[in-house]
């Protein structure tokens, strides 16, 4: 349990972020209609399922429409 506690100094800061960038991924997706790739359906499933950093960035990088 002490070796936990070492830890959570560099652990919470990353599960933070990691929260707020899938908060803001969904958030894009559920306000806009057009993709590059793929469908709505399709970007919220890799985006929870890849929750960790990938499937936000996935989406970003491969999804989201250039406006």
Not at 44 to 51: A, P
Request: net charge negative.
């Amino acid at each position: 349990m002490d070796k936990i506690g070492e830890y959570l100094p560099f652990i919470i800061p990353l599960a933070v972020v990691e929260i707020i960038l899938l908060v803001v991924t969904l958030h894009h997706i559920f306000t806009h209609e057009n993709y590059k790739r793929g469908s709505r359906l399709l970007w919220v499933l890799v985006t929870i399922i890849g929750m960790e950093f990938i499937g936000p960035i996935l989406y970003f990088v491969l999804g989201k429409e250039d406006e």
